[in-house]
């Protein structure tokens, strides 16, 4: 006991020692801690992870590296070239397509100024400084909001920075910090808000508006859910208006009024940056609102509510809980501001309406966690694709708002409370532990055990702190007898042994038991009553378990390494700039056997074909797919190229990598050795050599069109058929040269072997194949000899794409990395120029009821093909200017040919002039640009211009002026804005 008293002592003295400075500077102090803190935790938990600078890991995980940061390369070369038109309309998007909703969605944010000075080479470092910055500006904007309208500074000023980092490191904030996009609108929040109260209660709306026009400016996507929330909050704040004195009429307008005035003033907010808000809304039109179901309600459940208990324990979150869905709400707060919000509704003089309001917005956030219709409206009517609940962090910020309240009074609990508190504890503490969660681990980590058997006087140490200070709290409180104290801390002192042989067994710092012991020592705290002492305790103790959370919620993931991050990106970008610094050719596209990603074209600067976004058109995939290439999950990727496809995108030059080995791979671990996504045997035939590296060849074919050629209206309205890539190349080349010869011909397999499979009728009668040993891989063996030089492809089975996750493929005893997911049959070639020799594609399952059913040899006719793209030759265009926007250039048709088909995806926003005059364009194929030609010579000029644009600056405008307008009154009239 006289231990801790004179450790209370010292921290008292402490306390008292820099509280004249602490007294002097306690705004600037507050601030700066709210500022701090987060910041410090974030890089003590990625010191562990051995995450950059601590380490050679980025903190690039999922879509941060697969596309965002390609994002961030491309905003650096956009801003630094002088052409913004890049921002309108650019060729790194797969093969053209807009860019304002890609501008909108992930580049506008004040942070991102580090891509813009930093090269290419520091991308890391500008990586790790806007994720951390951004930790501290969300603390930072939560606790001014607390200090501006909570009277933070008034008392408990410690608190503002504790609950300001509940709320930065919350549950989704550290879960989803690969979306770090996201970010923006949660530093935005707590100003909207305070801003919003500011407004309801009757003074100057500019800030609100300038608050909110700023959210949606930078993020739009989240701040339409901020926009959602602050209807929910305002009647929430003005809910005590309708029990003012008076009569109903009275309670009526006291309440509605100031309601009608916000919703004014936000949609002036919003319509004031109408300019951005419109062509993107038009965008996503043609986008996301392209794909997915209708908003349809219905009563069902998504997923279990009581599962939702396990995200309010430590570490609820692993690489397994963002891709499949629908998953579950990350509302991770820590125990202090948990526990803290339920005494909320009892301990707390808000009005009784104000609580019941609050039990509102609590439930339509239940509400929209455990029914899929209401989600989706926080969503903008659509199931998002992984990273689920995204408004998750809204409902953590309400509850650390909650928690604060009841923190700010003086709050002590009864018995009866504190046994019926301790009993919903261990019930729901029992429920996670009979469940089974990839997050929640049944042991402590395997390092703690053993450190624990190895050092058990530290242990034992450490394990009597917590005892003797609750003994210590115990024996002052007088109220109880002296007999009651006594078998209070002797049960106390007995739970040290207890601790001991569960650390040593694995079980005592389990996440859930972890977890168990915070909350206990959360309600003990507001059983017993607080000190400074208790509050020390607490402060580290929440401090910890928010880094741990963070820690545990983070570790998993996979973060691209920064070195080979950055080798892949210079030596890729020093191999597409060669190119375009030497081609003298108008137009073109470049294709690649490898990628770092499918965004590299947007990352190293480049028109290619590939790329990955939310914004992406679903005409585009859908292209791609119908030519058998890949065309699924907001992407596309140019893998399965053939000769013809070659032509009509324009891919005059194609980058291979070479091969290397292992020994190289292990001597340069710091060099990015990129395997192949697709085999192209044919490009020594079609294209010729024109440079290379240690690393890297440059090929080039001449034989391709350019931006635009000259056909007839029988190709132009061409419709391809559903999972059929073999018949829509041939339609094209058909209806080009005008014939009803089969240049891509199918054939049947020289032979088909199977090993350790059986063949059985499948569920709906077709034939699968079974594993006859169920603990040993089945394989299906496709055998060809071809009986020409001609290239052969293996088009995939409809039910390939099902047993990707159980599937490996090695084509001649090596692997073949094609990508296997995909929403339509492919096109794989197998080899080329290999007459009379055996070429064996092997698939290896790890599962059963495989369907190989319409698995199929094609062989493509590359002389005929040949004969028909070179007469197609003769009618392209040559591009003599070209930008993101606008190309120029002229056209000699000397055939027959009456529509000029382009390999531009079609947008209204084209507009084409021949020869100076405007003519009509035309969605060919369903997805590309056309417009009409006649025979000789003429000029042709293609411009873009966003849809939508001017509409939105003359309604910004609009709203901006009347703004002023308001703005203008409130100077000069006494009733202000009134």
């Given at each position: 006991?006289?231990?801790?008293?004179?450790?209370?002592?010292?921290?008292?003295?402490?306390?008292?020692?820099?509280?004249?400075?602490?007294?002097?500077?306690?705004?600037?102090?507050?601030?700066?801690?709210?500022?701090?803190?987060?910041?410090?935790?974030?890089?003590?938990?990625?010191?562990?992870?051995?995450?950059?600078?601590?380490?050679?890991?980025?903190?690039?995980a999922v879509d941060f590296g697969q596309q965002y940061i390609s994002f961030y390369g491309f905003l650096k070369e956009t801003i630094l070239s002088g052409?913004?038109?890049?921002?309108?309309?650019?060729?790194?998007?797969?093969?053209?397509?807009?860019?304002?909703?890609?501008?909108?969605?992930?580049?506008?944010?004040?942070?991102?100024?580090?891509?813009?000075?930093?090269?290419?080479?520091?991308?890391?470092?500008?990586?790790?400084?806007?994720?951390?910055?951004?930790?501290?500006?969300?603390?930072?904007?939560?606790?001014?909001?607390?200090?501006?309208?909570?009277?933070?500074?008034?008392?408990?000023?410690?608190?503002?920075?504790?609950?300001?980092?509940?709320?930065?490191?919350?549950?989704?904030?550290?879960?989803?910090?690969?979306?770090?996009?996201?970010?923006?609108?949660?530093?935005?929040?707590?100003?909207?808000?305070?801003?919003?109260?500011?407004?309801?209660?009757?003074?100057?709306?500019?800030?609100?508006?300038?608050?909110?026009?700023?959210?949606?400016?930078?993020?739009?996507?989240?701040?339409?859910?901020?926009?959602?929330?602050?209807?929910?909050?305002?009647?929430?704040?003005?809910?005590?208006?309708?029990?003012?004195?008076?009569?109903?009429?009275?309670?009526?307008?006291?309440?509605?009024?100031?309601?009608?005035?916000?919703?004014?003033?936000?949609?002036?907010?919003?319509?004031?940056?109408?300019?951005?808000?419109?062509?993107?809304?038009?965008?996503?039109?043609?986008?996301?609102?392209?794909?997915?179901?209708?908003?349809?309600?219905?009563?069902?459940?998504?997923?279990?509510?009581?599962?939702?208990?396990?995200?309010?324990?430590?570490?609820?979150?692993?690489?397994?809980?963002?891709?499949?869905?629908?998953?579950?709400?990350?509302?991770?707060?820590?125990?202090?501001?948990?526990?803290?919000?339920?005494?909320?509704?009892?301990?707390?003089?808000?009005?009784?309406?104000?609580?019941?309001?609050?039990?509102?917005?609590?439930?339509?956030?239940?509400?929209?966690?455990?029914?899929?219709?209401?989600?989706?409206?926080?969503?903008?009517?659509?199931?998002?694709?992984?990273?689920?609940?995204?408004?998750?962090?809204?409902?953590?910020?309400?509850?650390?708002?909650?928690?604060?309240?009841?923190?700010?009074?003086?709050?002590?609990?009864?018995?009866?409370?504190?046994?019926?508190?301790?009993?919903?504890?261990?019930?729901?503490?029992?429920?996670?532990?009979?469940?089974?969660?990839?997050?929640?681990?049944?042991?402590?980590?395997?390092?703690?055990?053993?450190?624990?058997?190895?050092?058990?006087?530290?242990?034992?140490?450490?394990?009597?702190?917590?005892?003797?200070?609750?003994?210590?709290?115990?024996?002052?409180?007088?109220?109880?007898?002296?007999?009651?104290?006594?078998?209070?801390?002797?049960?106390?002192?007995?739970?040290?042994?207890?601790?001991?042989?569960?650390?040593?067994?694995?079980?005592?710092?389990?996440?859930?038991?972890?977890?168990?012991?915070?909350?206990?020592?959360?309600?003990?705290?507001?059983?017993?009553?607080?000190?400074?002492?208790?509050?020390?305790?607490?402060?580290?103790?929440?401090?910890?378990?928010?880094?741990?959370?963070?820690?545990?919620?983070?570790?998993?993931?996979?973060?691209?390494?920064?070195?080979?991050?950055?080798?892949?990106?210079?030596?890729?970008?020093?191999?597409?700039?060669?190119?375009?610094?030497?081609?003298?050719?108008?137009?073109?596209?470049?294709?690649?056997?490898?990628?770092?990603?499918?965004?590299?074209?947007?990352?190293?600067?480049?028109?290619?074909?590939?790329?990955?976004?939310?914004?992406?058109?679903?005409?585009?995939?859908?292209?791609?797919?119908?030519?058998?290439?890949?065309?699924?999950?907001?992407?596309?990727?140019?893998?399965?190229?053939?000769?013809?496809?070659?032509?009509?995108?324009?891919?005059?030059?194609?980058?291979?990598?070479?091969?290397?080995?292992?020994?190289?791979?292990?001597?340069?671990?710091?060099?990015?050795?990129?395997?192949?996504?697709?085999?192209?045997?044919?490009?020594?035939?079609?294209?010729?050599?024109?440079?290379?590296?240690?690393?890297?060849?440059?090929?080039?074919?001449?034989?391709?069109?350019?931006?635009?050629?000259?056909?007839?209206?029988?190709?132009?309205?061409?419709?391809?058929?559903?999972?059929?890539?073999?018949?829509?190349?041939?339609?094209?080349?058909?209806?080009?040269?005008?014939?009803?010869?089969?240049?891509?011909?199918?054939?049947?397999?020289?032979?088909?072997?199977?090993?350790?499979?059986?063949?059985?009728?499948?569920?709906?009668?077709?034939?699968?194949?079974?594993?006859?040993?169920?603990?040993?891989?089945?394989?299906?063996?496709?055998?060809?000899?071809?009986?020409?030089?001609?290239?052969?492809?293996?088009?995939?089975?409809?039910?390939?794409?099902?047993?990707?996750?159980?599937?490996?493929?090695?084509?001649?005893?090596?692997?073949?990395?094609?990508?296997?997911?995909?929403?339509?049959?492919?096109?794989?070639?197998?080899?080329?120029?290999?007459?009379?020799?055996?070429?064996?594609?092997?698939?290896?399952?790890?599962?059963?009821?495989?369907?190989?059913?319409?698995?199929?040899?094609?062989?493509?006719?590359?002389?005929?093909?040949?004969?028909?793209?070179?007469?197609?030759?003769?009618?392209?265009?040559?591009?003599?200017?070209?930008?993101?926007?606008?190309?120029?250039?002229?056209?000699?048709?000397?055939?027959?040919?009456?529509?000029?088909?382009?390999?531009?995806?079609?947008?209204?926003?084209?507009?084409?002039?021949?020869?100076?005059?405007?003519?009509?364009?035309?969605?060919?194929?369903?997805?590309?640009?056309?417009?009409?030609?006649?025979?000789?010579?003429?000029?042709?000029?293609?411009?873009?211009?966003?849809?939508?644009?001017?509409?939105?600056?003359?309604?910004?405008?609009?709203?901006?002026?009347?703004?002023?307008?308001?703005?203008?009154?409130?100077?000069?009239?006494?009733?202000?804005?009134?």
């Amino acid at each position: 006991m006289t231990q801790t008293t004179h450790l209370v002592s010292f921290f008292e003295k402490l306390y008292q020692r820099h509280l004249p400075f602490l007294k002097k500077h306690k705004k600037a102090v507050t601030y700066l801690s709210s500022a701090l803190l987060p910041i410090f935790v974030m890089l003590i938990v990625w010191f562990f992870m051995g995450a950059f600078p601590f380490g050679k890991k980025t903190l690039m995980a999922v879509d941060f590296g697969q596309q965002y940061i390609s994002f961030y390369g491309f905003l650096k070369e956009t801003i630094l070239s002088g052409d913004w038109s890049g921002f309108f309309y650019s060729f790194t998007k797969s093969i053209g397509g807009p860019m304002i909703g890609i501008l909108g969605y992930y580049l506008i944010s004040p942070f991102n100024i580090f891509y813009i000075l930093l090269p290419l080479s520091q991308f890391k470092w500008a990586v790790f400084l806007t994720i951390l910055l951004r930790y501290g500006a969300i603390s930072l904007s939560f606790s001014h909001l607390l200090i501006k309208r909570y009277k933070g500074l008034s008392t408990k000023t410690w608190l503002v920075p504790l609950l300001s980092l509940s709320y930065a490191l919350s549950g989704m904030l550290v879960s989803y910090q690969m979306n770090v996009l996201f970010y923006d609108a949660m530093f935005m929040l707590p100003l909207v808000i305070l801003t919003l109260e500011e407004t309801l209660d009757g003074k100057k709306p500019f800030g609100y508006i300038l608050t909110l026009a700023l959210t949606m400016f930078l993020q739009f996507y989240m701040g339409y859910m901020i926009c959602l929330f602050v209807v929910l909050y305002a009647c929430y704040y003005l809910s005590p208006k309708l029990a003012i004195r008076g009569t109903l009429k009275d309670k009526t307008l006291a309440f509605f009024i100031p309601l009608f005035k916000t919703a004014f003033y936000s949609i002036l907010a919003i319509t004031s940056v109408f300019f951005l808000l419109y062509p993107i809304f038009l965008n996503l039109l043609e986008s996301k609102g392209a794909i997915g179901g209708a908003l349809l309600f219905s009563w069902d459940f998504q997923i279990n509510p009581l599962d939702i208990i396990s995200k309010v324990m430590i570490g609820g979150f692993d690489d397994n809980s963002w891709s499949k869905g629908p998953s579950l709400p990350n509302i991770y707060v820590g125990a202090l501001s948990l526990i803290s919000s339920f005494f909320y509704f009892r301990h707390v003089k808000d009005h009784l309406y104000q609580k019941i309001g609050a039990g509102l917005i609590i439930t339509v956030f239940f509400v929209s966690f455990v029914n899929e219709f209401t989600s989706k409206i926080w969503h903008m009517g659509q199931n998002p694709a992984g990273f689920f609940y995204r408004f998750s962090w809204i409902f953590s910020f309400f509850i650390v708002l909650t928690a604060y309240k009841v923190l700010k009074a003086t709050v002590k609990i009864n018995r009866k409370e504190f046994f019926f508190g301790l009993l919903l504890m261990f019930a729901s503490v029992t429920y996670v532990m009979t469940q089974s969660y990839t997050y929640i681990a049944p042991k402590q980590v395997k390092a703690i055990t053993t450190f624990v058997i190895e050092n058990p006087k530290v242990i034992l140490f450490l394990l009597t702190i917590i005892p003797v200070i609750s003994s210590y709290f115990i024996w002052q409180k007088k109220e109880y007898s002296l007999l009651q104290r006594s078998l209070l801390i002797i049960i106390v002192v007995l739970t040290i042994p207890a601790e001991y042989f569960l650390l040593v067994k694995g079980f005592l710092l389990t996440q859930v038991v972890f977890t168990l012991l915070t909350w206990v020592l959360i309600l003990l705290f507001y059983f017993f009553g607080s000190s400074r002492f208790l509050w020390l305790l607490i402060y580290g103790v929440t401090i910890f378990e928010l880094g741990l959370n963070a820690y545990l919620s983070q570790y998993t993931l996979y973060y691209a390494d920064a070195d080979k991050f950055t080798d892949a990106t210079l030596s890729v970008k020093e191999v597409t700039d060669k190119i375009q610094a030497k081609s003298d050719v108008g137009f073109y596209r470049i294709g690649s056997t490898f990628s770092y990603s499918r965004t590299t074209p947007s990352l190293v600067s480049y028109p290619g074909l590939s790329s990955f976004s939310s914004s992406l058109e679903r005409s585009t995939m859908d292209l791609f797919s119908y030519l058998g290439d890949i065309g699924v999950n907001a992407s596309t990727q140019y893998t399965n190229g053939t000769l013809l496809t070659d032509a009509l995108f324009g891919v005059r030059y194609y980058v291979d990598v070479k091969d290397h080995t292992q020994e190289e791979a292990d001597e340069h671990p710091e060099k990015m050795f990129f395997n192949k996504n697709s085999s192209r045997f044919d490009l020594a035939s079609y294209y010729h050599k024109i440079d290379e590296n240690d690393r890297y060849l440059v090929y080039e074919n001449p034989n391709v069109f350019s931006v635009a050629f000259g056909t007839n209206k029988v190709t132009q309205s061409i419709l391809f058929g559903l999972n059929n890539p073999v018949a829509n190349q041939n339609i094209i080349l058909k209806s080009m040269a005008g014939t009803d010869t089969n240049y891509f011909e199918q054939f049947s397999f020289s032979a088909i072997e199977i090993e350790n499979m059986e063949k059985v009728d499948g569920p709906n009668g077709q034939p699968v194949y079974n594993r006859i040993d169920k603990n040993q891989l089945g394989i299906i063996r496709f055998k060809i000899i071809p009986k020409s030089s001609f290239t052969y492809y293996f088009l995939t089975p409809s039910g390939l794409e099902t047993k990707r996750d159980h599937l490996s493929i090695l084509l001649n005893n090596k692997w073949l990395t094609n990508q296997k997911s995909y929403s339509q049959k492919q096109l794989w070639q197998l080899t080329h120029g290999t007459e009379g020799e055996e070429t064996v594609l092997e698939m290896r399952f790890s599962d059963d009821e495989v369907n190989i059913e319409n698995a199929g040899l094609v062989r493509a006719n590359n002389i005929e093909i040949e004969k028909i793209l070179a007469d197609r030759l003769k009618q392209s265009m040559t591009v003599t200017e070209w930008t993101n926007t606008s190309i120029k250039g002229h056209v000699d048709i000397t055939d027959n040919s009456d529509v000029m088909m382009t390999s531009i995806p079609y947008s209204a926003d084209w507009t084409v002039r021949v020869d100076g005059e405007v003519v009509e364009t035309t969605k060919a194929w369903n997805s590309l640009l056309s417009f009409p030609i006649t025979s000789g010579k003429h000029d042709i000029e293609m411009h873009y211009s966003p849809k939508g644009l001017k509409t939105g600056l003359a309604v910004s405008a609009l709203s901006i002026v009347m703004i002023s307008f308001l703005w203008y009154k409130d100077k000069k009239s006494p009733l202000g804005y009134k």
